[in-house]
């Protein structure tokens, strides 16, 4: 069996996420005790105790969902499996940060750091109310693009995160982003719905965060990960740290090629995919995308004991 760790994104929070870990393993309480140091506050308690509301703010969720991640994978070590036992790392989004810090990449602190200044400096690129992101379900990527593309009428319209066969996210101005849910019903949608986010992601609206994001990349160290990085932006394999900061910086504004992502996983043998940490929207993906493949779930102490065996 060959496997990959697959880190998921923003949308898999959720209260209480990676609580049971730190009870039953030490090594994972310290991950959340560290990203807590490194931001001066107790980020653990929110995403423990605090409101759904709360967590979900782009600047909480992003490092709230790495420190857990990394707690679900400081637990597997524990237990016997390390990263190395896999023949590639890959995330969504800010789960390329986790995947990255996972792989030795990244350290714990300057993986939080960069995700706390990633988070606001999206959410400030776009004034509240001036972007919006939409899900349309039931296209090919290529009829998304199509699509994306007859909204802008002047205005920005991208194809941002092409998730599965038949989900691809589009982000831009509210107004493009409205005439695409209409226009993708008109093509076939089986469904196309605004999405509940703060800001449009993966666009270009969002240069200002890229710049910033260059900025704080340039100030921090990046090794060469422990097993290869299978990047967003180009959706193959990538060890070489320079390449890496660059792409970190395009993968703002670019879109997230999950799909293809995938695919190149399964072309080099991958068969099983393992999501370390919140949730399970990456494996359902996963399975959309390639059938045969097997999934799991890492983020409980009893799925890093069944992990385990």
Known sequence: MTR????????AQVVGMGKALAEAYPVARAVFEEVDAALGEALSRLIWEGSQ????????????LMATSIAALRALEAEGVAVTAAA????????????????????LADTARLLRLRGQAMQEAV????????????LDFATAVEVAREAAQGEVCEAANDNDPAQVVVSGHRAAVERAVEIARTRGAR?????????PFHCSLMAPAAAAMAEALGQVTIAAPKVPLVANVTASAVSDPAVIRSLL?????????????VLYMAAQGVTAFWEIGAGKALSGMIRRIVREAETRTVGTPEEVAAARG
């Open 53 to 64: 509301e709360e967590l979900t703010l782009t600047r909480n969720a992003q490092p709230a």
């Open 88 to 107: 590639f790392v890959a995330g969504h989004s800010l789960g390329e940060y986790s995947a990255l810090c996972a792989a030795g990449s990244l350290g």
């Open 4 to 11: 990959a760790f697959v880190f998921p994104g923003q949308g």
């Open 191 to 199: 469904r196309a719905v605004l999405l509940p986010v703060s800001a």
């Open 127 to 138: 004034a509240v109310g001036e972007g919006a992101m939409a899900a349309l379900l039931g």
């Open 249 to 261: 910086v395009e993968q703002v504004t670019g879109s997230v090629r999950w799909r293809e992502s």
